[in-house]
């Protein structure tokens, strides 16, 4: 399968100070990647589509300037969490998206990147 | 109404029980469908996609409702190893919208 890694895994930072949290494509090029959230005992919600070579496509209520989008590579894409305060501390999950024979293209998941904000 | 609604948890079982999760989505627009599994503090993993005919993997049975909107994920002869929250999704638009998730906990 697919491999798709994050960095860091785990962040304690300042509030204030800004995050940037990386999602690679090892082993596939994807055009687009997602940005997801996950709040305890919540479900994933999808903060932005990150199309290599454009800008991102935020979900609504996702404010651009606060979680800036990268994707300056077929491999890589960057999440920027600026100014962060403890209401940010979540889990950030980003994909990876291969395209392939069916109409589907499937989405491949990183180990996700922990964040907590004192 | 929530795009993707499942049953409530936690589901308590003991090993080898069978057990049903079921799971309404509201947008009739919706084209695929698919069970992830996410165990505590990591991220999801494909469990399985979900067919209008229905389909079998080992253990796991998905089936697919499109008039009442309506998916179902069984799991036969359940494993300790079973235990894992259950996330139904749909893809609208290449967007995956998932569920709140159901915790399944199997007890020996």
Not at chain 1, 31 to 52: C, D, G, V
Not at chain 2, 72 to 96: E, F, M, P, W
Request: charged share 20%; glycine share 6%; hydrophobic share 30%.
């Amino acid at each position: 399968g697919a491999v798709v890694s994050q960095h860091p895994s785990r962040v304690i930072c300042k509030s204030g100070t800004s995050v940037k949290i990386e999602c690679r494509s090892l082993d596939f090029q994807a055009t687009t990647m997602f940005w997801y959230r996950q709040f305890p005992k919540q479900s994933l919600m999808l903060m932005a589509t990150s199309n290599e070579g454009s800008k991102a496509t935020y979900e609504q209520g996702v404010e651009k300037d606060k979680f800036l989008i990268n994707h300056a590579s077929l491999t890589l894409s960057t999440l920027t969490v600026t100014s962060a305060h403890p209401e940010d501390s979540s889990f950030y999950i980003c994909s990876a998206e291969r395209t392939g024979l069916s109409s589907y293209n499937e989405q491949f998941f990183g180990p996700g990147t922990r964040l907590t904000v004192l | 109404r929530k795009e993707v609604e499942q049953d409530p948890g936690p589901f308590n079982v003991p090993e080898g029980a069978t057990v049903a999760f079921n799971c309404t989505y509201s947008n009739s627009a919706s084209q695929s469908f698919f069970w992830y599994r996410q165990d505590c503090r990591k991220e999801p993993k494909l469990l399985m996609s979900v067919y209008s005919s229905g389909n079998e993997d080992g253990r796991f049975t998905a089936q697919l409702n499109r008039a009442s909107q309506y998916i179902s994920l069984l799991i036969r002869d359940s494993k300790l190893s079973d235990s894992a929250t259950y996330l139904c999704v749909h893809n609208q638009g290449g967007k995956l919208i998932f569920g709140q998730g159901t915790e399944l906990s199997v007890k020996p």
